[in-house]
Structures are given as C-alpha cells and as structure tokens.
C-alpha cells in the first residue's frame, strides 16, 4: 500500500477571532496561537488578509484595519472591542509575524485574498473603488452594483494585481484568490440591485468591455439575447 502525505489546513480569519479573544490582539497573541496550531499539527492556514473593505497587512496601496471601523457599533462593548482589536494590529504588521512565525514552525501560510469585496459605501469602502466607480459591476439595465468590481475592466486587474504583487513579497506559500465571499453573503441582501433575476441567473456581466468583445465575437447585442441565454452566461 502506497504511503500517502497529507497536509491538514484551515480556513483563518484572525480579525474576527481576536475581536472576540482581546488575547489574541497582541504579538504574544499571535505567537501563543500558532504554538496551539502547531500542537494541533496544523500545517497550511488559508490567513484571510481583508475585512470588507480593509486589510490587515500593512499595505501602502489600500486602506489599512484602523479604529474608526469602531463607529459602526451602537454597542458600548462591541465598540471598545473594535478599537483595541484595530489599535492592536496597528502597531505590527500581522501577516509578516505569521509568515515568520509559521515557517519557523515548519507550517505554510497561504494569504486569503476575498475579490468580489470593496467594503461598505460611505464606511470602510476601498480607496479604489471610492476613487473608481465606473468599475463596479452592472446589471442587465445599467445599474451599476455598490460591490463587485468587474475584472472586464483591465484597470480593474492591475490594481488587484498589484495588490497581489504587494502580498507575494512577504513570502508566504501561494495565494488563495476567493471570487465567492461576499457576492452571495446575507451582507448584500439589503442593496438596491438585484444580483439575480426571477430564475435566479445572475443578473451582473453587463459591463460595457464584455458587450463589446460579445458583439465582435457573435455580431449580436447580448441586450438582445435574454439574460439566461448559454452562450451569454457562459
């Protein structure tokens, strides 16, 4: 019988779990963590490295955990726990204690990246999709949706490419690209646009780089074709 390696992993939200645990809030914290990972023999964790719209390494190319994330909160509690959790993160960058830490231990990291996430308009939105909202996605009518940048739009690639240019110099083991997160998520039940129609088929895609590469390819509008059309969806 053939011997077979197997590598336990884990999905890894830290934020959310140090807004609950102040324990985990501090360098200590994390390294008293991935001692506990290692006893478990953990050895990759899918580490997401953005809530909503901020993220928890310390980028210089988008808005990093910050405290004022606290004024969502009418909760005394929840709030004082947001503003130490961010105050916390604020004074280390996160994901290069865990590279480190992790390969000491001998366990990969895999940055979890969430695409189809720009924060909340008004709030915690991204700095590019504030400055950028042409690139947003659309629907069927034009409306354009308050989450979910299009990856029609070239512009659109580059920045999430220079994001994970930005991430790929801690040195970590690969990176986890999640195009899910979000676009399905109770979060985005409340907004304006529909993301499905009355069959349930999405309702985004209409974005002005897809129509036209569909009109040069087939000759025909998509905005004639109904919205369930294989071709089109596909």
């Known amino acids: 019988m053939t011997e077979r390696q197997v590598t336990l992993g884990a999905m890894v939200d830290y934020f959310s779990a140090a807004f609950w645990l102040p324990e985990l809030r501090s360098r200590d914290g994390v390294v008293r963590w991935l001692d506990r990972c290692n006893e478990l ?3 990759r964790m899918y580490f997401r490295v953005a809530l909503y719209g901020d993220f928890l390494h310390h980028t210089k190319l988008e808005r990093r955990l910050s405290p004022a ?27 290069s204690l865990v590279v480190d830490e992790a390969h000491q231990r001998g366990m990969e990291v895999v940055p979890w990246i ?10 915690n939105y991204t700095f ?4 950028n909202p042409e690139y947003l996605m659309r629907d069927r009518e034009g409306n354009r949706y308050d989450r ?12 999430r490419l220079s994001l994970i240019r930005e991430i790929e110099s801690y040195e970590a083991d ?7 997160r979000w676009l399905s998520h109770g ?16 309702n985004w895609g209409y974005d002005e780089p897809l129509l036209s590469a ?13 919205n369930g059309d294989s071709d089109w969806v596909r």
């Open 41 to 43: 023999n953990l050895g």
């Open 69 to 95: 994330l606290a004024e969502n909160y009418k909760d005394k509690a929840k709030k004082q726990a947001m503003i130490e959790t961010c105050a916390g993160f604020e004074a280390f960058d996160v994901l």
């Open 114 to 123: 969430t695409l189809s996430d720009e924060g909340v308009p008004g709030d």
């Open 128 to 131: 590019f999709a504030e400055n």
């Open 148 to 159: 979910g940048l299009s990856y029609a739009h070239a512009a659109v690639r580059e920045y």
């Open 174 to 180: 690969g990176i986890f690209l999640d195009f899910t």
């Open 187 to 202: 979060h985005m039940k409340g907004r304006k646009v529909a993301l499905t129609d009355e069959h349930g088929i999405s």
């Open 214 to 226: 569909y009109r040069q390819a087939h000759g025909i509008d998509p905005s004639e074709l109904e």
